[in-house]
């Protein structure tokens, strides 16, 4: 679905000048000297790229499909996708050069053709549209794979899809022997709201596509879909939903495509967003989301397509490389590498997500505890606080490394000392710790970190935080049970 727009000069040898239609769309000044546009080389690749997965082989939204002869070139006269010779009269592009907050517009999500693409189409267009035959291999599997409906569902999806075009709304079947449907709210006048998502009932199991932009649907309306878990496509552009909307979302474990143009949502709703397993493509164009709110969803999802509509073919990436801190900056404790967020460009990890949540409260609180272009190292620690050669209290930068462990002296001279006859010594050291006895925090119930201890009647307790451990220490006694016996 991206394409790279072709530049200007690429342009040249097809006579293509700045001079434009109504839309501001290059066009071609005929020219016979000049190389004819090629459908293969030069038309096939935008139609493949932008058009082909609404309209090709797989599925025809709207009856339509634009990979064959006949797709392209026949069909109501009125409006043809194709009119050789006339591009003002070709439905393609008619649509193709519609505004971006146009409901009609294609594509429908993802980038909006370039100039430069359209000028192609309409330089081909203009030359007759001589077209040729593609050979493409199709996936083995459909792409599309539902569970068949029983009679009653069959029953209840006749009368939703009834119901729906004798309210006007655009409810149509996504591709012959499917009973995969495609609806879309947008185009009603007056808006659709809250109130007409009551008419997608019976589609729960076939509703695949859904097109709610423009419309004035609400985040109570939101909640109402979540039990059309086959949902593929939502489009909830130039809408008033919030983050708190979006968290209905979470039983749509199918959806891929989730278009957020135009509308209110923000950097509250990353953590929505990230949870949904199947999510490819998201689409921010004029959206509340932040470039630093953009860059932190790319490191919880980094196989995930942010579109900010910057740029034809734009995409957020995630920052390169992990997080760097081996110790949250909130508490100084060791970190879990799952629990992230985005400071100044970088990812920056924390011990548990309530330490996540006060940083992106007020990062710069804690930006001190970050340092140039890395957050903290974990520095370890000497295993002993009085010295094992004179007894006396350690100097912690002096220090040696025996079997793993970091031993400290209170001076130069006890270190030498050591390193010369460790086993001399070595009874004055602290015994190795005993592994914890358990495997979940008995605060939390999550995975423990087995750097986060306490010492509880002789055996060795671990947590899966620095605040959890604080609990415990505080009242041993409230989670005793939890641990094993």
């Not at 003002?88 to 100039?115: K, N």
């Not at 596509?209 to 878990?229: I, M, Q, Y």
């Not at 209290?393 to 030498?416: E, H, I, N, W």
């Not at 995975?447 to 451990?469: E, I, N, Q, R």
Request: proline letters at 8%; aromatic letters at 6%.
């Amino acid at each position: 679905m991206w394409i790279l727009p072709l530049t200007l000069t690429a342009l040249a040898p097809f006579g293509f000048t700045s001079t434009g239609s109504a839309s501001g769309a290059l066009v071609q000044e005929p020219d016979q000297g000049k190389e004819e546009v090629d459908y293969k080389r030069d038309i096939y690749p935008i139609l493949a790229g932008s058009c082909f997965e609404c309209h090709g082989p797989r599925t025809q939204e709207g009856k339509l499909r634009l990979d064959t002869r006949d797709g392209l070139f026949t069909g109501d006269p009125d409006a043809l996708p194709v009119v050789p010779g006339d591009p003002d009269m070709s439905l393609l592009i008619e649509l193709c050069e519609l505004p971006a907050d146009d409901p009609d517009r294609m594509p429908e999500d993802g980038d909006p053709l370039s100039a430069e693409q359209l000028a192609l189409l309409r330089a081909w267009i203009t030359q007759g549209a001589p077209w040729e035959e593609v050979e493409v291999g199709l996936p083995s599997k459909p792409r599309l794979v539902l569970a068949p409906l029983s009679e009653e569902q069959e029953a209840a999806r006749a009368a939703a899809l009834f119901r729906l075009k004798a309210a006007g709304w655009a409810a149509l079947a996504v591709a012959d022997g499917l009973h995969a449907v495609d609806v879309n709210l947008s185009l009603g006048k007056p808006a659709a709201g809250d109130g007409q998502l009551e008419d997608l009932e019976g589609l729960e199991p076939s509703l695949v596509w859904l097109n709610l932009s423009g419309t004035g649907v609400t985040d109570v309306g939101l909640a109402k879909l979540s039990r059309f878990t086959q949902l593929r496509r939502l489009n909830l552009a130039r809408t008033q939903i919030s983050a708190k909307g979006l968290a209905h979302l979470a039983d749509l474990k199918e959806l891929v495509v989730l278009n957020l143009y135009g509308s209110t949502v923000g950097d509250a709703a990353i953590e929505a967003i990230a949870a949904l397993p199947a999510l490819q493509r998201l689409y921010l164009w004029d959206s509340a989301f932040s470039p630093e709110g953009c860059s932190r969803l790319a490191v919880l999802r980094p196989g995930l397509m942010i579109d900010r509509g910057l740029e034809p073919g734009d995409v957020v990436a995630p920052p390169t490389g992990g997080a760097k801190n081996e110790l949250c900056p909130v508490l100084g404790t060791k970190v879990d590498p799952k629990v992230v967020s985005v400071f100044d460009g970088r990812p920056v990890a924390f011990c548990c997500a309530k330490c996540k949540t006060a940083f992106d409260a007020d990062p710069a609180k804690y930006a001190d505890k970050l340092t140039n272009g890395d957050a903290p190292k974990a520095k370890p620690v000497a295993i002993n606080k009085s010295c094992p050669v004179s007894g006396a209290d350690v100097d912690p930068a002096v220090t040696s490394d025996y079997t793993g462990r970091l031993v400290a002296f209170c001076c130069g001279k006890c270190k030498a000392s050591f390193d010369a006859d460790p086993a001399k010594y070595a009874d004055k050291l602290p015994k190795a710790k005993l592994a914890a006895i358990n495997k979940s925090c008995p605060v939390s119930g999550a995975d423990v970190d087995p750097a986060v201890t306490s010492d509880h009647k002789g055996k060795l307790v671990a947590f899966c935080c620095g605040k959890c451990k604080a609990r415990f220490d505080a009242d041993p006694a409230k989670y005793a049970d939890k641990l094993p016996r």
